[in-house]
Nanobody, 117 residues
Framework: QVQLVESGGGLVQPGGSLRLSCAVS????????MGWYRQAPGKERELVAR???????IYADPVKGRFTISRDNAKNTVSLQMDSLKPEDTAVYYC???????????WGQGTQVTVSS
């Protein structure tokens, strides 16, 4: 079983920044594509950013140029730097680990991000 624990959510004013972190209980270097998703009230969960093994970050259009995903394979962590935050970024953010060996997908418990003045 793979466990993911997110941290770093909170309340921020529009235009502000937050950094989310996700700690994974297993080595992610060779076996897991990592990603961040979000779910706003009344909406479906959507991809925010993805960090494939050995590849560059992939971003959803609404966050391009504002968010940056990064992974530290030595520490088994993945982070999401969120800048120029907008009220529409308000959601619960989830960390995801997708195994390239088994196709299994694992989720963290989610962390709330609220962008409001």
């Amino acid at each position: 079983q793979v466990q993911l624990v997110e941290s770093g959510g909170g309340l921020v004013q529009p235009g502000g920044s937050l950094r989310l972190s996700c700690a994974v209980s297993r080595s992610i270097a060779s076996f897991y594509n990592m990603g961040w998703y979000r779910q706003a009230p009344g909406k479906e969960r959507e991809l925010v950013a993805r960090s494939p093994i050995g590849g560059v970050g992939i971003y959803a259009d609404p966050v391009k140029g504002r968010f940056t995903i990064s992974r530290d394979n030595a520490k088994n962590t993945v982070s999401l730097q969120m800048d120029s935050l907008k009220p529409e970024d308000t959601a619960v953010y989830y960390c995801n680990a997708a195994s390239v060996l088994t196709a299994q997908s694992y989720w963290g418990q989610g962390t709330q991000v609220t962008v409001s003045s």
